[in-house]
């Protein structure tokens, strides 16, 4: 029967290709076993697997008889490699053993779960660990440090209490800081904390070691479904059956004096890419200190401290033999992992210890410097640089940044924590961030500091402002992984959560006033800042360049303005896969005619309108085909319901009346005439091109006559592709394509030249999937309309899906948002099946997908499986699909 239980460190070696598995020992479990394996300073300890969880949190009952078995077996391995016992109070012995319990999902999931230091202290035990220690201090401050942890985390109980005790005993003594409380002051105090825990509990804080043991790691099971893990999970699209593996470790002590510390580190910067040790540490500290902000961190290196102005010695000054070994292990651990990693270490009595290492998170103008410099320095290839950046991240990139020239009225500067630029209103909690951004304002969260408890207000926001915490707090971290510009540690801001209104320098400012931040310098700007286009050389298109090179699928674009076509010919695509003709219908100077059109009471009425449409329509696809000089242009003709254009008001009613010479009466009723019940199924796409076929007349004729005129003009012939929106059966395609087939025979008769083009169709609706090897025989090219297909697919409008489909996806009843990521098992069903089809009776159709889908990496994946001929997206995706599109190439 395979282990559940599996130890690392302290010569600990197992040939189970398990132990060191993500999946079953967790990303921090198998890392650390790794990091033992190639000879770290690893605190030995042992992992439970993520199989122990899963079960325990499906079956809610006690821990089996064998699992507590292989614990106390694994419990033993660590006291043999440590020399102490867990629970041992004997003052002339080796001291009691003291263990971390942690959490460790497959993924790293930065401050999301739950951790216990110090377990396995009690009253006797304390005692104990003084006289082995001979340092009573660091025994009591252990001591007091594993209540509140243990009550927080396994008892439930507020941890403001006890900070509020330790605050209170400050004062009575006169402190500033933690560093003053001597042994005296932390006994006092434990005496407190657990006056206050039995308080609360109604019987005494645990004393049974093995009890603490095992309620540390049910708490962390259960921290797998806590409320901000599912919202984590949610947003990172982790799926809630992974579980948390456990682990359990001997502790060192960073807290032992001024030749103790601990720390973080990244072994490039995670902001920048840049090739520099990055990191903060504390002496005479614990693990969590750092992060949480409450003393403010040092610097690691010396170059970083006098860039800052910082006072307190770096590491590199402070303890320089510590920090020569760090430096080495970083070099280590990058040549192992060859990727920048994030650690964590504690240096317990000069002597270095390493307590995690992990791929890094890093902002996406960090992943592409790395990946591009990595390829560079031989540690990775191509290919890997290709597969290591995350697609969706370029949009970080692709985004405007500030006008370096525009005025700044600069509030304060601090800390660079996440880069990137972000104007919006001040909201001073999560929730009503959530709120208002949900009614569409664009807000930025400004906190004191940032904790779980944030996370969907991060989200919402466009940027993070924190008064506290350093470049590694759990704002920053969480904003660089979000993609969230963050400035940090800006200490010139005070909060009035009452008055709801703040200060910044001695500018006061309230919720809803604008701010703008720059993450990248630090700097918290009055108002709006103006913005300008993003860097496309570079890096940037280095890695471009190498997923050009390993894809298949072409990129295109859904464009239909010369701006868009610029945009996105700028960020590399080969065509536009949808230019939806409609949107020219709304422009100001043509929509009387459009409705004078619609509203025409017959076709003569209609052709009249119509023909003060063209030269505008013909206008448009002469820009268009410009633009494009000579790449492929799909051309959608008219889709929506004709209603969508109609005067809303009385005032356009009358002015349109007075125009077209018939009463106002007349007008609304044509109008009523046209009202729909469900016009998403209605009188729309190619059944107004067989019910009106003068409409699809006017737009294939402007069609043509641009492409011979922009074709006249030298360069590049254009061939244009005609598409022909909502088709269910092959008739409608065979009326409407030869409708256009006779348009162009007019036009290139009356211009005496012949050009190539093609006529298709979208395959946006479930018969039209299943009929696709006979809509074939009309269409030279299929495209898919994913957005169409996947509404008529599942029966969900997608602009009524937002008052259920969230709790849809949260319970796992779609993984994902169907509108957002294709549903492949559903949805994908019939694109596959179409594709299939439409081969079958023209071996060279062209396919495509137009839908958004066509910008998402997961479906991307899928249309390369597919083997579909491009991928079309809107311009700001085009670099996300090319990386993506090359991505799902390499498979
Ligand atoms: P997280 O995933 O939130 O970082 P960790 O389990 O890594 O949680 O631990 C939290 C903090 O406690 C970290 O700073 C870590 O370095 C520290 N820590 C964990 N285990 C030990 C240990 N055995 N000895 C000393 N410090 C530890
Ligand atoms: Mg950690
Ligand atoms: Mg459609």
Known sequence: MAKSVYTFGGGAVHDDPRAKDKTIVGGKGANLAEMAGIGLPVPPGFTITTEECVSYLQQGADFSAALRAEVAEALTHIERAVGKKFGDADPSGAGPLLVSVRSGA???????????????????????????????????????????????????????????????????????????????????????????????????????????????????????????????????????????????????????????????????????????????????????????????????????????????????????????????????????????????????????????????????????????????????????????????????????????????????????????????????????????????????????????????????????????????????????????????????????????????????????????????????????????????????????????????????????????????????????????????????????????????DDEAGRRRALAKLLPEQRADFVEIFTAMAGLPCTIRLLDPPLHEFLPQRDEEFAELAADVGVSVEHLKRRAEELHEFNPMLGHRGCRLGITFPEIYEMQARAIFEAACAVSSKGGDPVVPEVMIPLVATRKELEILRSLVDRVAAEVFAEQGRTLEYLVGTMIELPRAALMAGEIAEEARFFSFGTNDLTQTTLGVSRDDAGRFLAPYVEQGIYPRDPFVTLDVDGVGQLVRLAAERGRATRPDIKLGICGEHGGDPASIRFCEEVGLDYVSASPYRVPIARLAAAQAALG
């Open 106 to 600: 497959r993924v790293s999931m930065p401050g999301m779960m739950d951790t216990v230091l110090n377990l396995g202290l009690n009253d006797a035990t304390v005692q104990g660990l003084a006289a082995t220690s001979g340092d009573e201090r660091f025994a009591w401050d252990s001591y007091r440090r594993f209540i509140q942890m243990y009550s927080d985390v396994v008892l439930g109980l507020d941890h403001g209490l006890f900070e509020e005790a330790l605050e209170i005993a400050k004062e009575d003594h006169g402190y500033l800081s933690d560093t003053e409380m001597l042994a005296e002051d932390w006994q006092e105090l434990v005496a407190e904390y657990k006056r206050l825990a039995e308080g609360e509990l109604g019987h005494p804080f645990p004393q049974d070691v093995t009890e603490q043991l095992w309620g540390a790691i049910r708490a962390v099971f259960d921290s797998w479904d806590s409320d901000r893990a599912k919202v984590y999970r949610r947003l990172n699209d982790i799926p809630g059956d992974w579980g948390t593996a456990v682990n359990v470790q001997a502790m060192v002590f960073g807290n032992m004096g001024d030749t103790s510390a601990t720390g973080v580190a990244f072994t490039r910067d995670p902001a920048t890419g840049e090739r520099s040790y990055y990191g903060e540490w504390l002496v005479n500290a614990q693990g969590e200190d750092v992060v949480a902000g409450i003393r403010t961190p040092q610097y690691l290196t010396r170059d970083a401290r006098l860039a800052a102005k910082a006072e307190l010695p770096s590491m590199e000054e402070a303890m320089p033999e510590a920090y020569a070994e760090l430096a080495a292990v970083f070099d280590l651990l990058e040549r192992h992992y060859r990727d920048m990693q994030d650690i964590e270490f504690t240096v317990e009595r000069g002597k270095l210890w390493m307590l995690q290492t992990r791929s890094g998170k890093r902002t996406a103008k960090a992943a592409l410097r790395m990946a591009v410099d990595m390829v560079g320095e031989g540690l990775i290839d191509e290919v890997t640089a290709i597969r290591r950046v995350d697609p969706m991240a370029l949009d970080q990139l692709l985004h405007p940044m500030l006008d370096p020239d525009a005025p700044r009225d600069v509030l304060t500067t601090a800390l660079p924590a996440s880069p990137g630029a972000a104007s919006g209103k001040i909201v001073l909690d999560s929730d009503l961030a959530e709120k208002w951004a949900n009614n569409g304002d664009k807000v930025i969260l400004v906190r004191v500091e940032t904790s779980p408890e944030d996370i969907h207000g991060m989200h919402a926001a466009q940027g993070i402002l924190t008064a506290r915490g350093g470049m590694t707090s759990h704002a920053a971290v969480v904003a660089r992984g979000m993609g969230r510009p963050c400035v940090s540690g800006a200490a010139a801001v005070s909060i009035d959560m009452g008055a709801r209104s703040l200060k910044i320098g001695d500018r006061a400012l309230k919720e809803g006033d604008l701010i703008t931040l720059d993450g990248s310098t630090g700097q918290v700007m009055a108002g709006l800042v103006p913005m300008i286009e993003p860097e496309l050389a570079g890096d940037f298109g280095t890695l471009m360049q190498w997923a050009d090179k390993h894809r298949r699928m072409k990129v295109r674009t859904n464009a239909e303005t010369p701006e868009d076509c610029r945009m996105a010919l700028a960020f590399g695509a080969e065509g536009i896969g949808l230019c939806r003709t409609e949107h020219m219908f709304f422009d100001a100077g043509r929509i009387m005619a459009v409705r004078e059109m619609i509203l025409a």
